[in-house]
């Protein structure tokens, strides 16, 4: 179904903006074919793209598999809060809207680092709307976002949670210690949507200059293999069906989807196997 596009336009007077330097959240947002970018960004995602064509289908099909994987945990799994972490701009179909579709009660935080996605988010959202909030706050620092009350007043710690970790690892140099606090503070029955940006496939020199864009950006960009991100999981979460795997498989809605292309995301939704005494 489509739906209005949830588009707030940036201001260049906006006290938040450098619009002289490219930023990572408006860079992926004009790899998925959003309006809030600028001259900047664009060269960046157009340089990315060189070294990198596949990236834009990329991107694409980890946001659709996000898309996929909420309508899933909602209507499959039942469970109705999330916690976006590392949301980037608002796109065409937000979390909340998609949760929503299925259960009008569903709640979400959204988190980011990046102020600018702050102020588009709360642009962006119905400020009467209780169900949804905004939350600046670096995913580094978990154990504080857990903690923080605007997050707490609106998500139940007695109830599953999902956190929606998408395309946000790939700029954390450690997500170790990320995955290990919820695996440990997580409700029971709480559940992960992941996706990573994985280096099967690429080759070094490729690597190196994907990060050079990035590094111009102010950002650090980390692509690991499929391996590493296995390992990230490995023994104490449980992937529920098709598994952790390249994004476009997951739960594919037709056959398109299936297609191959050279490099990507691995996703899939994950819970914590083994509750701490
Ligand atoms: C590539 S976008 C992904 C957006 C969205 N999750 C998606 O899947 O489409 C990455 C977002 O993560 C944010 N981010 C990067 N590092 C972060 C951190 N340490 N803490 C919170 N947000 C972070 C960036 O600001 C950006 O908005």
């Given at each position: 179904m489509s739906r209005p596009a949830a588009h707030a336009h940036i201001s260049p007077?906006?006290?938040?903006?450098?619009?002289s330097s490219p930023n990572a959240a408006r860079i992926h947002h004009y790899l998925l074919g959003?309006?809030?970018?600028f001259a900047s960004d664009r060269a960046a995602a157009e340089n990315l793209l060189k070294v990198a064509p596949w990236m834009r289908d990329a991107v694409v099909d980890s946001r659709r598999f996000l898309e996929r994987a909420v309508s899933y945990t909602v209507a499959e799994l039942g469970i109705s809060q999330f916690v976006d972490m590392g949301c980037g701009l608002p796109a065409q179909d937000n979390v909340h809207q998609i949760a929503q579709e299925a259960d009008p009660a569903a709640r979400v935080v959204y988190v980011d680092n990046n102020p600018l996605v702050g102020v588009h988010a709360r642009a962006t959202l119905d400020r009467n709307d209780a169900r949804v909030s905004v939350v600046e706050h670096d995913v580094r620092d978990v154990d504080g976002l857990l903690a923080d009350e605007t997050l707490r007043s609106l998500i139940s710690w007695t109830d599953p949670i999902v956190v929606c970790l998408t395309?946000?690892?790939?700029?954390?140099?450690?997500?170790a210690a990320i995955i290990d606090t919820l695996w440990k503070k997580l409700p029971q029955d709480s559940v992960v949507i992941f996706a990573s940006l994985c280096?099967?496939?690429?080759n070094p020199s490729e690597i190196a200059q994907m990060r050079r864009v990035y590094t111009k950006a102010d950002a650090g960009l980390y692509i690991r293999s499929g391996k590493a991100i296995r390992t990230l999981f490995d023994g104490r979460w449980d992937w529920q069906s098709?598994?952790?795997?390249?994004v476009r498989t997951w739960?594919?809605?037709?056959?398109?989807?299936?297609q191959a292309i050279k490099a990507g995301f691995l996703g899939g939704v994950t819970s914590p196997l083994r509750r701490p005494i």
């Open positions: 007077t906006d006290r938040t903006l450098n619009v959003g309006r809030n970018h395309a946000v690892l790939d700029f954390v140099d450690k997500p280096s099967d496939g690429l098709p598994g952790l795997g390249p739960r594919p809605i037709s056959d398109v989807q299936s």
